[in-house]
């Protein structure tokens, strides 16, 4: 196991990024797609998924016995000798000084979410289903919904329906993310509805995993198909001043769940005519022209930042912030730390004010700008400030952590 590893990581140039959500670098795109870009049989294929994922589980369950994590990973079955090379590495770092230990785990980090990411794409490309790969020609609205029933006319109201298909609070939940112009797509599956053709897909970020009973969808009119895995490139993470004024240019949008483009997307109405009359909100929601919490800042970072909200409770460092008082926490704060609970996040515009979209019930809701003390005053009432929150032993919905990732250039 030791070998096996150590050739991995000089195989696939790894580097530690530590334990917080990082997006993968230009290089490690690369190195993922160098692995993909061989010609195998889709037999050879399915063999070589089963070796990566056993080296990611191995590199977990190693991790795990240092740095206990929730994170669980599903695919090919370890082996007996599998198991032995665990044991045996977990007790050959145990006896490292602390140093080296914390490099080691660092790098079986790095060959955790590569080896999972390499062996999860083989798997799909070995599938009779698979259809290649597609870059996206718009602003592309993602839906995530059950693998057995795929209908993205119904859901948005189109010709022959009653209408758009919303929750209590007249919001298509089933609206995962806008995914920007030129984002490279796993065309997994190919599905024909009726006059509508919709694949299901998986990006490096999104994808709903091994097994699942639920998966993204999309319509074939917002990508295009590639003779080629198209390459594909870290994002650039914008200066400070540029994601602010982009933060400062959603004033106004209302609230739209799993959006993450407040400009909206026109082309909808063109793809599916409403079959019904729609009220100017209905109209913003529908054409998705407003984002939530974390779309606000994934928007503004150019899909910097997860977009999940919950990827954003371990995002960046974290400010030290456990037992102190308002005041006493206020003067720690710098630009575009997030306040983030399970579920939400906040984000700090300056000195003096935050910024977040906010859903607001059967309200609009939307972008709400407010001084730091009244908004901190607020989340005290219910949450307590914690360092880490998966440490932490107050209940998930008693608590809240400060991150930053972002600093002036």
Not at 166 to 180: F, G, Q, R
Not at 191 to 211: C, H
């Amino acid at each position: 196991m030791k070998k096996l590893i150590l050739f991995t990581v000089a195989f696939l140039t790894m580097t530690g990024n530590g334990w917080a959500y990082t997006p993968f670098t230009t290089a490690d795109h690369l190195q993922i797609d160098r692995q993909l870009n061989q010609n195998l049989s889709k037999a050879e294929k399915k063999e070589k998924s089963d070796f990566f994922s056993r080296l990611a589980q191995k590199s977990l369950a190693i991790r795990k016995a240092f740095s206990p994590t929730k994170t669980k990973l599903y695919g090919a079955k370890l082996s007996a000798k599998d198991q032995n090379d665990i044991k045996s590495r977990i007790a050959t770092i145990a006896n490292l000084p602390e140093e080296k230990k914390k490099e080691i785990l660092e790098e079986l980090l790095k060959t955790e979410q590569l080896a999972e990411e390499i062996s999860r794409s083989l798997q799909i490309e070995s599938r009779d289903t698979f259809e290649g790969y597609a870059k996206t020609k718009l602003p592309t609205p993602v839906f995530r919904l059950p693998i057995d029933d795929v209908d993205l006319n119904n859901i948005l109201g189109g010709k022959g329906t009653t209408g758009m298909k919303v929750n209590e609070y007249n919001m298509i939940e089933e609206l995962a993310v806008v995914l920007p112009p030129d984002t490279v797509v796993s065309l997994m599956k190919k599905i024909q509805k009726g006059d509508f053709v919709y694949y299901q897909i998986r990006t490096r970020e999104f994808d709903a995993g091994r097994g699942a009973k639920f998966g993204y969808f999309l319509d074939a009119r917002f990508i295009e198909k590639t003779a080629e895995k198209p390459e594909e490139k870290a994002q650039t993470l914008p200066s400070l001043e540029d994601i602010t004024n982009k933060l400062l240019a959603t004033s106004g949008s209302v609230y739209v769940w799993g959006g993450s483009r407040y400009e909206g997307i026109p082309e909808l109405e063109k793809y599916f005519p409403s079959a019904t009359k729609l009220s100017a909100l209905e109209t913003k929601r529908k054409l998705m022209k407003g984002v939530d919490c974390s779309g606000l800042l994934y928007q503004a970072t150019n899909g910097f930042t997860p977009r999940n909200s919950r990827s954003l409770l371990n995002f960046g460092e974290p400010i030290n912030i456990e037992g102190k008082k308002i005041q006493e926490i206020i003067p720690l704060l710098k630009p575009l730390d997030l306040i983030v609970r399970d579920g939400h996040v906040v984000i700090v515009l300056d000195e003096k004010r935050t910024i977040e979209s906010r859903g607001r019930g059967k309200a609009p809701g939307g972008i709400e700008i407010v001084p730091i003390e009244a908004r901190l005053t607020e989340l005290f009432k219910t949450r307590s400030p914690v360092n880490n929150y998966e440490t932490s032993q107050l209940p998930r919905s008693k608590k809240f952590v400060i991150r930053r990732r972002f600093s002036e250039k």
